[in-house]
């Protein structure tokens, strides 16, 4: 099955500063990779996805990338303020028919300090 | 956008007493229905996966028998937890799943077991 290794597990960095989280997978086939925000003792909320066919997607202050040759793929937050303060988790998947089942890594605490 | 409800949000029990948790996709028909366990500082753990009419598929090292899941109507599945022990004491989190690959969390329910 889908392994996915999420580094670093805590990220502190001061506000301003970027932050990058960065996940690799094991499953070639796998071509959907979401990430979750959670807030502490909330649900995950998706931030951003990107898809296989594509190699970096941004959304304001956030971007991920896509390497499907070395299989990992990176969060990039820029201009970090504290409300970015929660935990990160990445996941990978094969998505098909509408559905997928995706495997979690481990997640990053992110921490701003104001 | 989609909304998953979860109830209760919060739960406290005695040891060996059953618990019942309600998944409910408020407006979309959720074909699929996943079920997580999340321990603090942990990542989410996928427990099982339940079709519509189905019975549920459990990830290895899961009791089928101790965490029974019903998905009867495509907008509502059940987790119970039976039995219930201290070491179940956790955040349990599902996930609907419609037609569209973007899947909806709900807001997870948190159980302690004295």
């Known amino acids: 099955g889908e392994n996915v290794e999420q580094h670093p597990s805590t990220l502190s960095v001061q506000e301003g500063d970027s932050a990058v989280i960065k996940c690799t997978y094991s499953d070639s086939a796998s071509n959907y990779f979401p990430w979750y925000k959670q807030e502490l003792g909330k649900r995950p909320q998706l931030i951003i996805d990107?898809?296989?066919?594509?190699g970096e997607k941004k959304d304001q202050r956030i971007a991920v990338t896509l390497n499907k040759t070395a299989k990992h793929f990176s969060l990039h937050i820029t201009e970090t303020q504290p409300e970015d303060s929660a935990v990160y988790f990445c996941a990978a998947s094969l998505a098909s028919g509408g559905s997928y089942i995706p495997t979690f890594g481990r997640g990053t605490s992110l921490i701003v300090h104001p | 956008g989609a909304v998953v409800s979860q109830h209760p949000s919060w739960v406290i029990c005695k040891s060996g007493t059953s618990v019942k948790i309600e998944c409910r996709s408020l407006d979309f028909q959720a074909t699929t229905m996943f079920w997580y366990r999340q321990f603090p500082k942990q990542s989410l753990m996928l427990m099982a996966t339940?079709?519509?009419?189905?019975?549920?598929?459990?990830e290895q090292g899961v009791e089928k028998d101790k965490f029974l899941i019903n998905h009867a109507s495509l907008t509502l599945s059940t987790l119970t937890v039976t039995s219930a022990h201290p070491e179940d004491s956790s955040f349990y989190i599902c996930r609907a799943s419609g037609d569209q690959e973007t899947q909806y969390f709900g807001p997870g329910t948190r159980l302690l077991v004295l």
């Open positions: 339940s079709n519509e009419g189905s019975k549920a598929t459990y």
């Open positions: 990107i898809r296989s066919n594509v």
